[in-house]
């Protein structure tokens, strides 16, 4: 019978390697999907590093646990896993967090790469209201046929209404 402990280190080191292959596919990510959105026609919002750093960390820590912490099988294979995919949730956040904007062939931001193809319709917010000044206006929202819908956050709202103009004439074109 194999014993408990090796099973223990086999699953954790396993998952480590899993972590850094992870962490190794940021850049390549961030390159695919560059060459996926053509050229960028309006910039993004530039989001901030900290919280998809914090999550890596964290899931890190939940895989570190399996080697010194003595559990059962199933929690620590679903320790593992979880480690693993919030790795996952915060590698893609890392790899789009400074690429964001309008493309020519698609949107990236709010975690997603989003094809341009995919959208059938574009929210927007009613800036002839009078409450405009009560909701946020620099987002807006897509609603995709795959995923739902998608807000996207813009830096300014100024920024907000030139990417909603510029998306507008490449959707009623294609």
Do not use: Q
């Not at 989003?114 to 959208?119: A, D, G, R, V």
């Amino acid at each position: 019978m194999i014993e408990m402990a090796k099973v223990r280190f086999v699953l954790a080191a396993v998952s480590s390697v899993l972590y850094f292959l992870i962490l190794i596919s940021i850049p390549f990510r961030t390159k695919i999907i560059l060459s996926k959105a053509g050229k960028k026609l309006v910039g993004g919002k530039v989001h901030a590093l900290v919280l998809p750093i914090l999550i890596m960390v964290c899931s890190f820590l939940l895989i570190f646990i399996v080697y010194f912490k003595e559990l059962s099988f199933i929690v620590d294979l679903v320790t593992c896993l979880v480690g693993l995919l919030g790795a996952a949730m915060g590698s893609e956040e890392a790899a789009l967090a400074n690429i964001s904007g309008l493309y020519e062939n698609g949107l990236v931001g709010a975690s997603h790469y989003l094809p341009l193809k995919e959208i059938y319709h574009v929210k927007e917010f009613d800036w002839a209201k009078e409450d405009w000044e009560k909701s946020d206006n620099r987002v807006f929202h897509v609603v995709t046929d795959k995923r739902g819908t998608i807000p996207f956050v813009c830096s300014s709202e100024e920024e907000c209404k030139e990417m909603l103009e510029v998306l507008k004439k490449i959707l009623k074109t294609a």
